[in-house]
């Protein structure tokens, strides 16, 4: 069981430390010349920013109505020897100027054509980090593992075990795993769609990112001290508070005796996830925080894969509880490896931290 515990750790931090967590990005800038009252100016800007994010440009949106715009203007047509007739315009600085609705398809061109995005040439060992599926995966498994994510499934199984109703550990774990699963699924698209529409401008985008940062690091602390008490004590501080827990097991207790066992468990898969978003989001924000910035949360790939990894480890225990796994080996799991999964999160913590400041 030590031996085991010891390459699920190493397996684990490899895992978000391999040649694949992160890639260089080109930086440039964009700038974007709009009408506040055109709708067109609206939908292309949208186009323009989300691929902004996703090829980490630098982007600066500038109202004609601001008092030096058309001074800007004309100065644009100077430089690039064009004639600006439509709006929007967007600069792509030191490359070119292009305007009209036709913006983000010449944008999306001049990139594929790998024209410069940026005076001088792009360099491809840019410090820029970037999210990757790999990443995403593994801070999907640590935050599964986390004990606020953990205990409810465990507790689950353990009281059907010591009700010797074995036959109803698939339909129970079954139903409240993918409780947890639509749950988080779904919180992540609000938390996506917030972070999306938000209007950030770079400076207070930057401001955001440093203090989710800053958060991230004294919860990696925190982490880090958690470990050496669990290490010591066989206790941790960050937690839910018990009130919180004894209301999650009652409910657990409560619907894994009723007659509709599945949807009954669904219910609760649900419910538990809200009252745990609080322990758990300490790491699903970040992440999405940093797909956003690298505008790869537009899909669900990204989100699907998260929470996939987040249900494997309670998916694994209802599995080996229904095999016939004894409650005792999964209490003395749950207290033994409290102390590296707790330095696997203070790991992850400064990862993520590191990825938003970059």
């Known amino acids: 069981m030590k031996k085991m515990k010891k390459v699920l750790f190493v397996l684990l931090i490899t895992f978000c430390l391999g040649k694949e967590f992160c890639v260089a990005a080109p930086i440039g800038k964009l700038r974007f010349f709009t009408d506040p009252s055109c709708w067109t100016c609206h939908q292309v800007e949208k ?5 902004s994010r996703k090829h980490r440009l630098s982007f600066e949106k500038v109202s004609l109505f601001e008092k030096d715009a058309i001074d800007r203007i004309k100065k644009l ?30 944008l999306q061109a001049l990139w594929e054509n790998e024209q410069e995005m940026s005076p001088g040439k792009k360099d ?4 820029a980090f970037q999210m990757r599926a790999g990443t995403v995966a593994a801070a999907g498994l640590i935050d599964g593992l986390n004990p606020c994510a953990f205990a409810a499934i465990i507790f689950l199984v353990l009281y059907l075990l010591a009700a ?4 109803r550990i698939p339909a129970a774990a079954g139903g409240f795993c993918l409780g947890v699963f639509t749950a988080y699924f779904v919180m992540g698209l ?10 950030f401008r770079d400076s207070a985008r930057n401001i955001f990112h440093l203090l989710l940062a800053l958060m991230l690091f004294g919860l990696a602390l925190w982490s880090f001290y958690d470990a050496f008490l669990s290490f010591k004590h066989k206790k941790i501080t960050l ?29 609760a898969g649900l419910i538990v996830s809200c009252i745990e978003l609080v322990c758990t989001g300490q790491i699903y924000l970040p992440v999405i925080a940093a797909l956003v910035r690298d505008g ?4 669900f790939a990204y989100l699907f894969l998260y929470n996939i990894f987040f249900i494997l480890p309670l998916i694994i225990v209802g599995i080996l509880a229904y ?7 999964f209490r003395r799991f749950f207290s033994r490896s409290m102390a590296p999964i707790k330095v696997a999160l203070g790991v992850l913590f400064i990862i993520l931290g590191l990825i938003l400041l970059n």
């Open 323 to 329: 095999l016939g796994l004894k409650e005792d080996l």
């Open 77 to 106: 047509e100077g430089e690039y020897r064009v004639s600006v007739r439509e709006v929007p315009v967007l600069e792509v600085e030191g490359v070119a100027v292009i305007q009209g609705d036709d913006i983000p398809r010449q």
């Open 47 to 51: 186009e323009v920013q989300d691929f």
């Open 124 to 127: 491809k060992t840019a410090s």
């Open 164 to 167: 010797q109703r074995k036959d």
């Open 239 to 267: 937690r839910l508070p018990d009130k919180w827990k004894q209301s999650i097991n009652s409910l657990i207790i409560r619907n894994s005796k009723s007659r509709y066992l599945f949807p009954a468990s669904f219910l």
């Open 190 to 199: 609000g938390f996506r769609s917030l972070l999306v529409l938000i209007p």
């Open 296 to 299: 790869k949360a537009s899909g």
